[in-house]
């Protein structure tokens, strides 16, 4: 699929209205992931280069572990990997906690299988990753597709290390269109981002950052280096668990797993996510959870956390201290 500039407003309303998600990348080392301890004091006794753990079908799994006190685990989203976190991971380390991030399988710095691209698989190694590490009292945030995969973890393997959940322009409950699910998007929308990530994902994740960010609504301060960042990150992870994860975080349904959490949640949208539109998500998610928390950013967009990363740290500070 290729765009130019006056393709900028269907590419906001339709190619671009599924693919959404977070973040970041690490460098490729090979160091191993340190003998886990407690939650809180396991901090000192690890490094600060990225780490590796190797699931049970021998894929390996990149994660970066800092500081140490309550453990705030942030899942990405769609291409992206966990170095999207950055301003969330300096801060809150700052702030006296321990935060992880990590790569998903076909993302970032993890290992490209070509078969497991699964949101099942997704949350099994999520599972692995919190039991090799011993993580309690967890603070789960999960951003668009990551949104998904906490959800689906609380689905498969319960809620008894998790404190309190974040879901961040998540997908849950359904992002298709149904008969059922009206406010979804249409699947040849799914279909666009397919054809783009298949053909030339290259200027297709450079022309998805405008709406994933909203750069192209009226007033908007583009940042270049965030639109760079973005393409940098899609383009390190592999083309196919790239490709087989469009599939998971627009035709999964999570309603499920929604109802599965039983621990505090915040549920964080901006009501200007042209990349996961609020009714079919945040708006029904805070519905089937319950006592969920329903905080709206007022033409906030779908990267929201990065383009304004005080207010959602201050929002997300708040309600783990609360």
Not at 149 to 159: C, K, N, P, Q, T
Not at 190 to 204: H, L, P
Not at 295 to 307: R, S, T
Request: proline share 5%.
């Amino acid at each position: 699929m290729s765009f130019n500039e006056s393709d900028q407003a269907s590419l906001s309303r339709r190619v671009a209205l599924a693919a959404g998600a977070a973040l970041a990348t690490a460098p490729l080392l090979t160091s191993t992931p340190a003998t886990a301890k407690s939650s809180a004091d396991h901090g000192a006794q690890r490094s600060s280069t990225p780490a590796f753990i190797t699931t049970k079908d021998g894929t390996k799994i990149a994660y970066k572990d800092w500081g140490k006190g309550q453990p705030i685990l942030f899942s990405h989203g769609w291409p992206l990997a966990g170095d999207a976190w950055d301003a969330q991971m300096l801060f809150f380390g700052q702030k006296g906690f321990r935060v992880i991030a990590h790569d998903r399988r076909g993302h970032g710095s993890s290992d490209q299988p070509w078969d497991g691209n699964t949101m099942d698989q997704y949350a099994d190694d999520l599972a692995e990753l919190i039991e090799k590490l011993d993580l309690t009292d967890l603070v789960l945030v999960g951003h668009s597709t990551g949104g998904g995969e906490v959800a689906h973890y609380i689905g498969r393997h319960g809620s008894k290390r998790v404190a309190k959940v974040v879901l961040v322009g998540a997908v849950p409950p359904l992002m298709l269109k149904t008969e059922a699910n009206p406010e979804g998007t249409p699947l040849q929308v799914f279909d666009d981002i397919r054809k783009g990530t298949a053909t030339n994902r290259a200027q297709f994740f450079k022309d998805l950052t405008i709406p994933f960010y909203g750069f192209n609504r009226p007033g908007a301060k583009v940042s270049e280096g965030l639109r760079e960042q973005f393409w940098r990150l899609g383009m390190q992870g592999g083309i196919k668990g790239e490709y087989d994860c469009i599939h998971e975080f627009s035709e999964v349904d999570y309603t499920a797993d929604l109802k599965k959490i039983d621990k505090p949640t915040l549920v964080i949208h901006g009501d200007d996510d042209q990349i996961v539109p609020i009714a079919a998500s945040a708006a029904k998610t805070a519905k089937i959870v319950k006592d969920a928390q329903l905080k709206i950013y007022k033409g906030g967009a779908h990267g929201l956390a990065q383009v304004d990363p005080d207010t959602f740290n201050a929002d997300l500070l708040a309600f783990i201290r609360r």
